[in-house]
C-alpha cells in the first residue's frame, strides 16, 4: 500500500511474497517488492523475478502480483498485470490496489484470479490497516526496482535505494511489533 500511495498519480507494479495453501485457497502475503511505477519492460520484469525468487530462499515463494492504476476509480487490472501474473504460476493471485479506498477501508484491495476476474473464494491476508495508517503518515521512502536502476532520485546513493529490503520500513514494522 505504501508503494500506491507514493505513485498516487502513476500505475504501480509489484511482487508478492509469502504461501499459499491449495487446499483452503488462502494466501498470506508476508512481503511485497515494489517494481515499478509504470508499464513494466520485459527486461525489467525478467531481472526483477531472478532478484526475487533468490531473495525467497526457502521460507517463502512468490504467489502473485500487484497493482494499481493511475486513474482513482479505475479498478480493472490491465492486460500487462494479468499476463504477469498469469505466468508467475498455476496458483498465482492478482491483487487490485483500489486507490479510492487507500485511506480508511480495512481492505483496500480487490483480489483477481491470475486470469484477472474477480475472485470471491479467495482469501488473502495482509498487514493491518492500521499499520497501513501508519506508514502512510510516517514519510518512509518506499524504492521500487525501477528507481533503484535509475538515478531519478538525485543524489541517493544506490545501497540506500534498496528495493529488496527497505530499512526504514523494516525498522518501523519492528516498532509496530
Known sequence: M???AQYSRSSIHGILLGTHDADN???NAVDALPVCHSVPTKPLLDMAFRL??????EEMDIIGWYTANARIGDNTPIPTAVKVASAISNDSVLVMVNNSKLVGAKHPYDVFDKHGKPSQSTELSVGSAAESKVFFAS?????????????ESGNV???DKDWLV???AVALASELQ
Open 2 to 4: 505504501l508503494h500506491a
Open 25 to 27: 485457497n488462502t494466501w
Open 52 to 57: 526475487a525468487e533468490a531473495y525467497c530462499g
Open 139 to 151: 514519510g518512509v521512502k518506499c524504492w521500487d526496482f525501477e528507481e533503484h536502476m535509475s538515478n
Open 157 to 159: 546513493a544506490l545501497e
Open 166 to 168: 527497505n530499512k526504514e
